[in-house]
């Protein structure tokens, strides 16, 4: 006879279900505040060749140390910071740009570490971090999420005034003595860190979808930049809890089941925004 599910009650009573659902609101907050300099930046192309690159990083510290949370973590890290930053490194000392340079160091890194993961057995172990399993996530991952979320958003907030002017009026935050270059190393690292720190959750395939979506959908409802932040936050919090509860009972993966409410969200609202819906536009004379 085919095993019947706990009821979601008896489930909840389990501390690897109210961890994943921690895990839930920490990092669809985290990612979803991040997301609105994703979409300010228009850099959600850069963001998907980045969590591309996170795995030939966690093939590469397999091969050398073997798979644990913190070898794949530290593989991440160690591979979209030197595609991350290496493109602005090879963009600012060659005739190169950001993009070009970028599309290089990662077709590079995917191509070693598809070679690698050829000579290696771990398939199984692989596709959480492929594709994510956040209810897998143990104390120390929550640790980790937990720093990492925090400290990208107050960074951010601390941040936001000359992050604003940098992202619409470059040259006058120049003017006005702002780093630029030194701002943009910061979020650019930040923005890798949080996309790292959703690894476990929602894998390296699917994070590039709960680092641009929330504030996407923010974006066709308002004009009010500073509520990208927060509402891109509370879109991904919610959305991700939302989402935990509806995967459930239907025995689908959470992981994917976050994207794909994220992605509904969005498409309600370039549906039926009031101001820049499909539908509002349609009705304006």
């Excluded at 950001?98 to 890194?109: K, N, P, S, V």
Aim: with cysteine.
């Amino acid at each position: 006879m085919p095993q019947t599910l706990p009821s979601l009650s008896e489930f909840m009573a389990e501390p690897i279900a109210r961890r994943a659902l921690l895990a839930c609101l920490m990092i669809g907050f985290a990612n979803g505040f991040v997301s609105a300099f994703v979409v300010l930046r228009k850099s959600a192309l850069k963001i998907g060749t980045l969590s591309h690159a996170l795995l030939p990083g966690i093939a590469l510290a397999v091969l050398l140390v073997g798979l644990t949370q913190w070898s794949a973590l530290a593989g991440a890290v160690f591979a979209a910071m030197m595609v991350g930053l290496g493109s602005i490194a090879l963009s600012r000392t060659s005739r190169l740009d950001q993009d070009t340079a970028m599309g290089i160091l990662y077709t590079t890194a995917f191509a070693g570490g598809y070679l690698i993961l050829t000579q290696l057995n771990i398939r199984q172990k692989l596709d959480e971090w492929l594709f994510g399993s956040i209810v897998g996530m143990a104390d120390s991952d929550l640790w980790i999420a937990f720093a990492i979320s925090a400290l990208a958003v107050i960074t951010l907030v601390a941040l936001q005034r000359p992050l604003l002017i940098y992202l619409f009026e470059p040259n006058i935050a120049a003017s006005l003595g702002v780093p630029v270059r030194l701002l943009n190393d910061v979020t650019f690292a930040i923005t890798i860190l949080v996309l790292i720190s959703s690894l476990q959750a929602v894998g390296c395939i699917l994070s590039v979808g709960l680092l641009v979506a929330p504030a996407a959908t923010v974006y066709l409802l308002t004009d009010n930049a500073r509520a990208l932040f927060w509402g891109g936050g509370l879109i991904g919090g919610l959305g991700a809890m939302a989402a935990f509860f509806i995967s459930y009972p239907l025995g689908w993966s959470v992981s994917s089941t976050i994207i794909l409410v994220l992605g509904g969200l969005f498409l309600l609202a370039y549906v039926f925004s009031p101001r820049y819906g499909l539908l509002g536009r349609r009705r304006k004379p």
